[in-house]
T-cell receptor
Framework: GAVVSQHPSRVICKSGTSVKIECRSL??????MFWYRQFPKQSLMLMAT?????????EQGVEKDKFLINHASLTLSTLTVTSAHPEDSSFYIC?????????????FGPGTRLTVT | AQSVTQPDIHITVSEGASLELRCNYSYGATPYLFWYVQSPGQGLQLLLKYFSGDTLVQGIKGFEAEFKRSQSSFNLRKPSVHWSDAAEYFCAVGAGQAGTALIFGKGTTLSVSS
């Protein structure tokens, strides 16, 4: 089956620093990757959609200068939380949509727990 | 507006008893429906999905779901719950097109009592 990995799985950083989270599709090419944020006991909220080679599309209310997304290749997307603050602490999950094939699928990564102190 | 509603925030079921988790959706186009399960601190695992065809779909771990267009529902069922089924369950809907994100419900927490 299709596998999506995220690295790191858990990160603690100090307020004001930047953190990069990687999302990789291991055995398929992903035209589109999505970044979600999940607060404790809540659902997944879409932050942005990234397509390989083009700028990400951010959801309303998501600061594009704070959450930098790069989709440099068909297997890698990165989310950089710049100048992180404690309110950015959350569980970040990526998903990837295969390049081709009938039947729509999204494959989710295991998530990254970010704690900003 | 496109949305997914999971009316039950928290459900407790005795081990061995049957389970039904409710999901209602509002979607302007043909919906592609999903159920995911999430254990604490983990990512999402796909339980089952409905794209077309037979409205009763079978998934992993003994789960099934039935798509009812007239009721805009996609309820998840399991005939006999195991303690390991305790987790968070999310219903989601999508457009069935590459490049479109899923819309998730708020989730239902399932607790299993012995």
């Amino acid at each position: 089956g299709a596998v999506v990995s995220q690295h790191p799985s858990r990160v603690i950083c100090k307020s004001g620093t930047s953190v990069k989270i990687e999302c990789r599709s291991l055995d398929f090419q992903a035209t589109t990757m999505f970044w979600y944020r999940q607060f404790p006991k809540q659902s997944l909220m879409l932050m942005a959609t990234s397509n390989e080679g083009s700028k990400a599309t951010y959801e309303q209310g998501v600061e594009k200068d704070k959450f930098l997304i790069n989709h440099a290749s068909l297997t890698l997307s990165t989310l950089t939380v710049t100048s992180a603050h404690p309110e950015d602490s959350s569980f970040y999950i990526c998903s990837a949509s295969p390049r081709a094939g009938a039947g729509y699928e999204q494959y989710f990564g295991p998530g990254t727990r970010l704690t900003v102190t | 507006a496109q949305s997914v509603t999971q009316p039950d925030i928290h459900i407790t079921v005795s081990e061995g008893a049957s389970l039904e988790l409710r999901c209602n959706y509002s979607y302007g186009a043909t919906p592609y429906l999903f159920w995911y399960v999430q254990s604490p601190g983990q990512g999402l695992q796909l339980l089952l999905k409905y794209f077309s065809g037979d409205t009763l779909v079978q998934g992993i771990k003994g789960f099934e779901a039935e798509f009812k267009r007239s009721q805009s529902s996609f309820n998840l069922r399991k005939p006999s719950v195991h303690w390991s089924d305790a987790a968070e369950y999310f219903c989601a809907v999508g457009a069935g097109q590459a490049g479109t994100a899923l819309i998730f419900g708020k989730g239902t927490t399932l607790s299993v009592s012995s």
